[in-house]
């Protein structure tokens, strides 16, 4: 398989001995993280703020000892732990005593079924809406900045970092606040409001890039090629590895929930496409452990029209995912390059899943049906799941006799403007009874 380099493993700047982190100390102590594997040629490497293979430059992933014992007793430890991330710890590379450390504890979201959407789509077989608008900053990206914060502390940096699209940027921006580094954060400079301000209030420095998210990443690949960012982890840069397994947890958080089962479907959103990738590896590692019964899913991705390269691949039967200038309200999802792509594409077919886009029309009716079925307030990457998720039963593609879990990712109230126009007072009267009356509200 082809692997796109650009948006997270430039060639010239990164390899498996070139390290550039301040010091590991030599007690280093990431649980059950065993090493780093190339996900290409399968070569394996000691842990370290590294990201492309030495030898071909594949992404690499965290390799674990998972826990041995029998399913019962990692069960029952599982729910034994903390209301968090955390209680999973035994999965993830962190140490054992992580949530002693200080930290925002993000994770273990409301699992909610959805029976009124469900209705309004015809699915029949449970539907679920997986919502991290809970999270600590108000999207899912707490969890993976908590797993980079653990790295970075253990790998002896002094300032986090990352390139964003907006949620990234208030996580990592919340996360050393709380933690104790310095942060420095990248976004494109033209984002929403929601996301500019809550990337700034946290106290960290915010720099808004000239350019889209592409740019940014491109700046940040450089960024860490040179002195000026010494001493610095990028989450998902050079954390990368470690920074992506924290989106596992929803694969954990779901089954659990669901009473250890695993749903039939689920559908995802894409930006990187880290999530999806990692949500396939925490299932996996449920089933390889006996947590969960052995059984077919299918995973689904979702993109916005307006910036759908994986969707585009994944349609035309193609194995590599070209670039394209996103524009779309969609802005969190807005990667034209996805660095995962190639990956999406892989456990879309091989789940019999499917990649599939709607358009910002479609994203703002999606984040009023879901608001006005459940009650729920999701940003324009939760439209863009449950709008994907409408049409594609529409299509045919998702069995609504299955049980279909479906993704938010991010609060609406960081996307206000989506819904702005379209979503104002009623009326507007005196405060008096015939004012009232006159307006034609009242119906018994
Ligand atoms: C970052 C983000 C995603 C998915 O990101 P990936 O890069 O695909 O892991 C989904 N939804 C929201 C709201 C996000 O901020």
Redesign the pocket.
């Given at each position: 398989m082809a692997v796109q380099t650009a948006a997270t493993a430039p060639a010239n700047t990164s390899s498996a001995d070139d390290s550039s982190a301040g010091t590991a100390p030599a007690d280093l102590d990431l649980g059950p993280a065993a090493a780093l594997s190339c996900r290409e040629c399968g070569e394996r490497f000691a842990l370290g703020p590294i990201f492309a293979c030495a030898s071909c430059f594949g992404p690499l992933e965290v390799a674990y000892d998972l826990p041995s014992g029998s399913p019962e007793e990692l069960r029952k430890r599982i729910e034994a732990g903390p209301n968090s991330i955390w209680r999973y710890a035994p999965l993830l590379p962190v140490p054992a005593d992580v949530a002693e450390k200080p930290n925002l504890n993000p994770g273990f979201t409301k699992l909610v079924k959805a029976d009124n959407l469900a209705r309004e789509l015809g699915v029949t077989g449970g539907l679920y809406v997986k919502d991290?608008s809970g999270n600590p900053t108000h999207?899912?990206?707490d969890r993976?900045v908590a797993i980079a914060v653990e790295a970075a502390r253990a790998f002896g940096f002094t300032t986090l970092s990352c390139s964003?699209?907006?949620?990234?940027a208030g996580a990592v921006g919340a996360a050393a606040a709380r933690a104790g580094f310095r942060s420095c954060v990248f976004i494109p400079h033209d984002l929403e409001q929601g996301k500019v301000v809550m990337a700034a209030v946290y106290g960290g420095e915010l720099v808004g890039i000239e350019g889209n998210y592409d740019d940014v990443n491109r700046f940040c690949s450089e960024l860490i090629g040179d002195p000026l960012g010494e001493g610095w982890g990028f989450v998902?840069v050079n954390l990368r590895p470690y920074y992506?397994e924290g989106?596992k947890t929803l694969a954990y958080e779901i089954c659990e929930q669901l009473g250890w089962r695993l749903p039939d479907q689920i559908v995802?959103?894409?930006?990187?496409?880290?999530?999806?990738?990692?949500i396939d590896k925490g299932l996996q590692e449920l089933i390889e452990l006996g947590l969960v019964e052995d059984k077919p899913y299918k995973i689904f991705g979702a993109q916005a029209e307006g910036c759908s390269p994986v969707s585009t691949a994944f349609k035309a039967g193609l194995d590599v995912v070209r670039p394209q200038k996103p524009d779309t309200i969609a802005k969190?999802?807005a990667?034209g390059n996805?660095?995962?792509g190639p990956y999406?594409l892989d456990i879309a077919r091989r789940t019999g899943g499917a990649v599939e886009d709607v358009d910002d029309e479609r994203i703002v009716d999606a984040i009023k049906l879901l608001a006005r079925t459940e009650g729920i307030f999701a940003?324009?990457?939760?439209g863009?799941t449950v709008g994907v998720t409408k049409k594609l039963i529409e299509n045919g593609v998702l069995d609504p006799s299955l049980t279909t879990v479906v993704?938010?990712?991010?609060d609406g109230l960081?996307t206000l403007d989506a819904v702005a126009a379209t979503s104002q007072a009623t009326a507007t009267i005196r405060p008096s009874l015939d004012a009232f009356r006159a307006a034609g509200l009242a119906t018994a």
């Open positions: 991290d999207s899912f990206k993976v964003s699209t907006g949620n990234l998902n992506g989106s995802i959103p894409i930006a990187s496409g880290s999530q999806l990738t990692k969190s999802l990667i996805p660095a995962d999406v940003e324009t990457a939760g863009v993704l938010n990712t991010g960081k």
